[in-house]
């Protein structure tokens, strides 16, 4: 059965440095999706993408956050300045469509940011 | 505004025991799709059901069912027998029209512990 993949499952970073989480979606879904859960807490939405730009995005998905589809098959999140409260599991999703079709989450990335 | 609230945080059953989650959501919209999703200790999120907002008929898999009430605008989730394996989170999450549907907004989840 197809998944969505995400690597690394856990990087630790000190406050300031840039990351960039990866996901590898379900080959023929065209909707890409990423959230984040602080620990303890509920699941967020940060960011759709659809047709290589952002179709909708949170209060949460400042400037700090960008997205990008470099290739056919990767969909990337990064963090260009990490502060502690970026620490979170970060979950990518995918889906065929919207609407009549459910978002298949990866198995997430944790971020610690030190 | 769309909200999901799930009341219960957490819920002890003994194995075999029904229970039942509760979902109460709020929109604007009269056209969303409503989810429950299970977060097992491993930590993934498992999708386990969608339901538009034009379907309200109950549905039923296996030990698992699903009440869609739009007139108190709940969709409550029951695991029949429970088992062990059931003990996670479970989150209740909507889609709602105004987003082109892209979005899911959760509510903060309830713990179910499956004590043998």
């Known amino acids: 059965e197809p998944e969505v993949t995400q690597t690394p499952s856990h990087q630790v970073t000190q406050m300031g440095q840039e990351v960039i989480l990866r996901c590898v979606p379900i080959s023929n879904h065209l909707y890409f999706y990423w959230y984040r859960q602080i620990l303890g807490q509920k699941v967020e939405f940060l960011v759709s993408?659809?047709?290589?730009?952002?179709?909708?995005k949170s209060e949460i998905f400042d400037d700090q956050f960008s997205v990008e589809r470099p290739d056919g098959s990767n969909f990337t999140l990064k963090i260009r300045s990490t502060k502690l409260e970026d620490s979170a599991m970060y979950f990518c999703?995918?889906?065929?469509?919207?609407?009549?079709?459910?978002?298949?989450f990866g198995p997430g990335t944790r971020l610690t940011v030190t | 505004a769309q909200k999901v609230t799930q009341a219960q945080t957490e819920i002890s059953v003994v194995e075999k025991e029904d229970v039942t989650l509760d979902c109460v959501y709020e929109t604007r919209d009269t056209t969303y799709y409503l989810f429950w999703y299970k977060q097992p200790p491993s930590g993934e999120l498992v999708f386990l059901i969608r339901?538009?907002?034009?379907?309200?008929q109950n549905e039923i898999s296996g030990r698992y069912s699903w009440n869609f009430q739009k007139s108190t605008s709940s969709f409550n989730f029951t695991i029949t027998a429970s088992q062990v394996v059931d003990s996670a989170v479970y989150f209740c999450a909507l889609s709602p029209r105004n987003t082109g549907f892209q979005k899911l907004v959760f509510g903060t989840g309830t713990r179910l512990l499956v004590s043998p």
């Open positions: 999703a995918s889906s065929a469509g919207t609407s009549a079709y459910e978002q298949y």
């Open positions: 993408f659809y047709n290589n730009e952002i179709s909708e």
């Open positions: 339901r538009n907002s034009f379907d309200e």
